[in-house]
């Protein structure tokens, strides 16, 4: 294969023009999604729902401040809870618009910055951990991308202030509508792959064939960990080697493999819902919940082609009620009506 | 141009000893960049997403070159990013390698050690670990050991539980937690064997202790 057949290749994966709708329509999910997941987490799920809410992190003591790599090189500091509080309300407002599409240039951008600001202050106190950089990369793509385009309120807006028939018209397809998608996708695999290469190069084929896997399981039954196993269906599985040794060569081989998603269609169907088990696994057997990532998992489903779908059965389903209902009409007026009792004439009052 | 193959870059690679990781990682980027743009076909096809051809210019909308090279950026950055944490095995944030549960830290029993905070009530002053996340949020048990950890020079610890204790008591005070009062709080460091039953959860093989701080603000060691 020459590198000029490379590169088309490369264009077309990337850049192949498409209409705007299922951009937008991914830009409504993952907007929509962290709205309500920030939103209400802390309210509904009161055990470890307070993860999502940042103004707490505004009265620990800096003794603890240990800033994460993009903090320190901005200078940022830990900032009270007072201003916490403002920076996380315009940050949920923020996605609320960018979710509905409104101002969503500046609305997506804000959403980026401030969601920066507020995921890297935890992990400046003590750990760092994994389950919010594929949302901060995505949220940093749609910042940029042409979400807005199709689906948005500014779409709306436009056509209706449109003068020319073609202000008034959808956008036409391009490949400024692919890239953000397909950006998304080949972060979630080099996530996934690093992940993956990081057990081998620390540990090897070791991490599946020892017992690693079960002491990671039954540890998390020791209270160690950023929230509490869903189940106790882990300290079940470690009471088995063989069992744990499958897991670890299940998680490990999905890892690694996960990359395939990005050129096979048909793996897809495999490999996106198997990540988002092995995640859910993750949260019910050992604690650690990656929602946000789970989520981020959507922007692989074709929602233009979901909706055109749905479109169309409602209209199939319209459509035969129709007819049904002409239908009955027709046979209600085939049937004979009963005679009239004999009422007699009313005299003229003439 | 075409004389530059992998064994170039390979080359490179294997520099790492001579010259600085990223010198070596922005010298390759510069390469291929210059093998593509050096070549009028390559270059062409690199442009391609911004040119629309002649039968379709009334259906698809070219981006302008602008926004390729601002989508190449994007990408660049985040991916570049990415590779070259995991390929120096750091982790600047939101840039990672992504090590979550990759060490073989523990030996072959499972043995593993913690730091852990107990806190000492009044009456009866038996301690009781502090190990539900809903005792000192927003630090869990995960974060909570690290931050710690960093803290067990003498002057900082003392800050440092006394923090944790205030917290402990503002969190009761708001109703988060039914925790009983505390008259001080207890930093140990604690062993464990696992087991598949965490039977021994309230029974670590060992603790040492590290620190303790009074609610009345004197603390000791």
Redesign the interface.
Known sequence: MSMKSILRRWNHFWFEPVAPDNLGLCRIILYGSMFLFYVFTPWLFKSWGWHEDFALWGNVSRVFWSPVWLLATLHLPPLPTSYLLVIQSVWRVALFLSCVGLLTRVSTAVSFICGVYLMGLPNSFGRTHHLDQLLIWAFLVMAVSRCGDAWSIDALVRKARGRTATAQQDPLPSGEYTWPVHLIWVISAIIYLEAGLSKLRHSGMSWVTTDMMRNYLMRAYYHVSDSEPLTSWGLFIAQSHHLSKLFAAGALMLEVGFVIALFSRRSRWVLVPGVVAMQTGIAALMGPNFYQMIMCQAMWVPWDRVVRWLAGRVNDLAESGQHRGIERAGQVAAIPEPPLPHTPKAPSTR | MSKIGPQFFAGLLFADGVFNRKLIFGVCVLTLLAV?FL?R??RA??W??SRVASG?AS?????TKG??L??YA??AV??GG??YD?AA?R??????????????D?P?S?K?T?LRLYGVPPQPSVEF?L????YL????????????E??TGQQ?LA??L??CLQ?YDALRAAGIHQGPALQSLRLYRVT?T?????SN?YAPDSRKFLGEVFETGSSER
């Open positions: 593509i070549n076909e390559l096809v690199f391609a997403p379709d259906t698809v909308c070219p981006m926004r390729l601002a989508a994007v990408a985040i991916i990415s590779f995991f095995d982790e600047t944030w939101p840039f990672s390698q992504y090590p979550m549960f990759s060490f073989i523990a072959p499972g593993f913690i670990p190990d539900r996340n809903e949020e927003p630090f869990d048990n995960s974060r909570l050991q690290n931050a710690l960093r803290n900082q800050i440092a006394k923090d917290r464990w696992p087991n598949p039953q965490a959860l």
